[in-house]
């Protein structure tokens, strides 16, 4: 009998916790999306940057905040031989903050549009469409405090979404500014603390340390209690309900279907006036899945540290779920094209010379399948047969010291032997 492994010899070659290898289709489409949200991120004025992957913890205790799950206990945090204490990002916003006060771009004309992409990191349970390497696409507006612009990043989220063919749908409501937000929260906790008995535990404490975390609670109990729940809305101030109205305002003319969720809080710090959220219903409208969103943040900035207050409003996307409950087809990479031609070669003097070829044609963009491994001719017909390909390439000695190819047509199994100076053209003439 072997002897028993331990945990870790059972586990070291298998991906962590959360953590998963993207093979295939999955790889494919999460290149697509990043493609397709790129592309229209560009037509509404967006540009890209990239973001390190490791940032200082602090931009994310100060700026997401203490009492969030992301800061107590979600973050992956590490000390470096230099002493220094970093985390693997857990989210965007707070490090495009970060970027845009150490590049000075509060010099540029206001404001700056970016847009970022890649993997965060959050040590959460993993479930369906969550995941502990998790992807996103992010857009941010920073330097205006316009409630145009709140429109135009949700317009942009909208239309990267409907990317997938699912309908999607907009929730929001508004948290008001800073002094709104401090009355409401004195209000809320008063209004919880009359009924504590009727609330889980889980929320006690996060009425402690963030009371507006209670209102999106998923506990049953809390569910019930919540919908007599004072809503933020009846404490706003003339400013809040003015920008709030705007933002409506710019969303119908842009025919974007929303609904007001006034227990939609989005649980980070650093929110202020609007929050939003995008979800997806399933057939029988009963059940929704969030796909991703955002909110406006102006005091953000500093919170963090800097001087003054940087106005703005920005997003995160999903990509993960999005590309899960996307319809088939939907992102198609540039890059993946279905190849018409399978490449076969016989004996070392054509594979020594069979790179020419592939450059051929890789230079007139036409995709190709090859086995440059195998060396039975009829295998590798059988294996592009197999494959559905229409044309074959065939390439042996006697074609390697003549400077030719074979192009057989896999369906009538009719085969023309050309010069490889005049591949390209002769392909051009193929059906």
Not at 8 to 35: C, T, V
Not at 69 to 82: A, F
Not at 355 to 365: G, S, T
Not at 403 to 416: A, H, L, N, P, S
């Amino acid at each position: 009998m072997s002897p028993k492994k331990s945990k870790s010899q059972k586990n070291i070659l298998q991906a962590p916790k959360g953590m998963r290898d993207l093979l295939d289709d999955p790889f494919y489409m999460k290149q697509g999306f990043y493609e397709k949200a790129q592309e229209i991120a560009e037509y509404y004025g967006f540009s890209g940057i990239e973001l390190p992957i490791l940032e200082h913890e602090e931009i994310f205790t100060k700026g997401v905040g203490d009492g969030t799950d992301i800061v107590d206990k979600e973050m992956y945090s590490l000390k470096t031989k230099g002493g220094d204490h970093l985390v693997m990002r857990p989210e965007g916003t707070a490090a495009a903050m970060r970027a845009y006060i150490e590049h000075g771009m509060g010099a540029l004309p206001q404001p700056v549009f970016i847009y970022y992409d890649g993997p965060f990191f959050r040590h959460e349970r993993p479930q369906k469409g969550r995941y502990r390497q998790f992807y996103q696409f992010g857009l941010e507006i920073i330097g205006s405090p316009k409630a145009v612009l709140d429109a135009i990043t949700i317009q942009t989220g909208y239309q990267i979404l409907k990317e997938s063919g699912k309908d999607i749908s907009v929730k929001i409501n508004t948290l008001g500014d800073t002094e709104v937000r401090k009355e409401y929260l004195r209000e809320l906790k008063s209004f919880y603390k009359k009924h504590k008995n009727s609330i889980s535990q889980k929320d006690l404490k996060r009425l402690e340390t963030n009371p507006l975390r209670v209102l999106d609670s998923k506990e049953a109990d809390t569910i019930a209690v919540n919908e007599d729940a004072p809503t933020l809305i009846e404490t706003l101030n003339k400013e809040s309900k003015k920008h709030f109205k705007q933002v409506l305002e710019y969303l119908d003319a842009a025919h974007i279907p929303y609904e007001i969720d006034n227990t939609l809080v989005r649980g980070l710090d650093y929110y202020a006036h609007t929050v939003f959220e995008y979800v997806t219903y399933s057939e029988d409208g009963e059940t929704s899945l969030a796909l991703g969103g955002g909110g406006r943040y102006d005091g953000l900035a500093k919170v963090m540290g800097h001087t003054k207050d940087v106005p703005a409003v920005g997003l995160a996307l999903g990509v993960d779920r999005i590309i899960e409950i996307a319809k088939e087809g939907s992102f198609n990479p540039k890059i993946r094209k279905k190849p018409k031609f399978f490449f076969i070669q016989i004996g070392y003097e054509a594979k020594a010379k069979a790179f020419d070829i592939i450059e051929i044609m890789r230079k007139k963009r036409y995709p190709l399948k090859h086995s440059l491994s195998k060396n039975n001719l009829g295998k590798q017909l059988a294996k592009a047969e197999e494959s559905g390909i229409p044309y074959a390439l065939i390439f042996g000695k006697k074609e390697a010291i003549d400077g030719t190819v074979i192009v057989r047509d896999m369906r009538t199994r009719k085969q023309k032997t050309v010069d490889i100076p005049k591949l390209a053209d002769y392909i051009k003439t193929l059906k």
